[in-house]
C-alpha cells in the first residue's frame, strides 16, 4: 500500500521526542507528527498529548526527497468549533478613555517651524468602515512620505546640512 499526501491512515506512537512524535504507519512504515502538527491548541510538552503505544488516526502531510513522511494528527480531525463572538459591550464594560460619539480628535499643530507638516482637517461625519478608514491612512501616510522624500532631496534633512 503506497503512501499518498492527503491520505487519513490509522498509526500507533512509538517515540515522543521534545519537537513531536513518531507514528508507526501499516506496511512496516513511519512517520513524524511535528509538535506544531499535534493539536489545534499550543502544545507546551508533547507528554501533554500523547502516550507511547496510543492509536491515533494520522493525515500525511508531506513526503520528502528522502522518504521521510509529515504527518498530522489535527488535519486529520475536523478543528474544534471557534466560540461564537457576541456583540454588545466588552467584558469590563465600556472603555472610559472613549470620546463621546459625535466629538472628534482635536487636529495636530505642526511640529515646529519650517518642518512641513500640515494636518489634514478633522471631517466630522458618521462611522466610516474600516476599508474607508484604511483608504484615509494610506492616502494620508503616503502624502508624508513623499513630502518627507523631497525634502531629503533638497537637504531639507534633521540636524542640518552636511
Do not use: C, W
Request: aromatic residues 4%; charged residues 25%; proline residues 11%.
Amino acid at each position: 500500500m503506497g503512501i499518498e499526501v492527503g491520505s487519513v491512515l490509522d498509526g500507533k506512537v512509538t517515540g515522543i521526542t521534545n519537537f513531536g512524535a513518531f507514528v508507526a504507519l501499516p506496511g512496516n512504515r513511519s512517520g513524524l507528527v511535528h509538535i506544531s502538527e499535534i493539536a489545534y491548541s499550543y502544545v507546551n510538552d508533547v507528554h501533554d498529548h500523547l502516550t507511547e503505544g496510543q492509536e491515533v488516526k494520522v493525515k500525511v502531510i508531506g513526503v520528502d526527497a528522502n522518504n521521510r513522511i509529515n504527518l498530522s494528527i489535527k488535519q486529520a480531525a475536523p478543528p474544534p468549533p471557534r466560540p461564537e463572538r457576541r456583540a454588545g459591550p466588552r467584558p469590563g464594560g465600556p472603555n472610559p478613555h472613549a470620546r463621546p460619539e459625535g466629538e472628534h480628535r482635536p487636529a495636530r499643530r505642526p511640529n515646529g517651524p519650517g518642518r512641513g507638516f500640515t494636518p489634514e482637517p478633522v471631517q466630522p461625519r458618521g462611522p466610516a468602515s474600516f476599508e474607508d478608514q484604511l483608504k484615509q491612512f494610506m492616502a494620508s501616510s503616503d502624502s508624508k512620505l513623499s513630502e518627507l522624500h523631497m525634502n531629503e532631496k533638497r537637504g531639507n534633512r534633521r540636524g542640518g546640512r552636511k
